[in-house]
């Protein structure tokens, strides 16, 4: 089992930036992908960045350049910097984590924490 806890959430004017964090829990999961994913009110869960074994990274056309997905060395805590946001990068987002496929695609990963929020105000 791997618990995922996120944090860092918070509320900020088009621009600025945010840094989410995500500290994992449990066993076996140094080998997993993780990822972060978002999720607007009305709108389908989508998958933000991610961050494979070998530390391979991908992103959604639409945060590339802006948002940059890290883990530290012991691979205990994932992390999502967002800078020049924008209202439209406004929900909850989720870190989650899989020892499957590394994909951005939320029926894919089989862990996921509870969320935190993000709102982007203009």
């Known amino acids: 089992q791997v618990q995922l806890v996120e944090s860092g959430g918070g509320s900020v004017q088009a621009g600025g930036s945010l840094r989410l964090s995500c500290a994992l829990s449990g066993s076996g999961y140094d080998s997993y992908c993780m990822a972060w994913f978002r999720q607007a009110p009305g709108k389908e869960r989508e998958g933000v960045a991610a961050?494979?074994?070998?530390?391979?990274?991908d992103y959604a056309d639409s945060v590339k350049g802006r948002f940059t997905i890290s883990q530290d060395d012991s691979k205990n805590n994932l992390y999502l910097q967002m800078n020049s946001l924008k209202p439209e990068d406004t929900a909850m987002y989720y870190c989650?984590?899989?020892?499957?496929?590394?994909?951005?695609?939320?029926?894919?990963?089989?862990?996921w924490g509870q969320g935190t929020q993000v709102t982007v105000s203009s």
């Open positions: 989650a984590a899989t020892p499957w496929v590394c994909t951005m695609v939320a029926s894919d990963f089989q862990y």
């Open positions: 961050i494979d074994n070998d530390r391979t990274r």
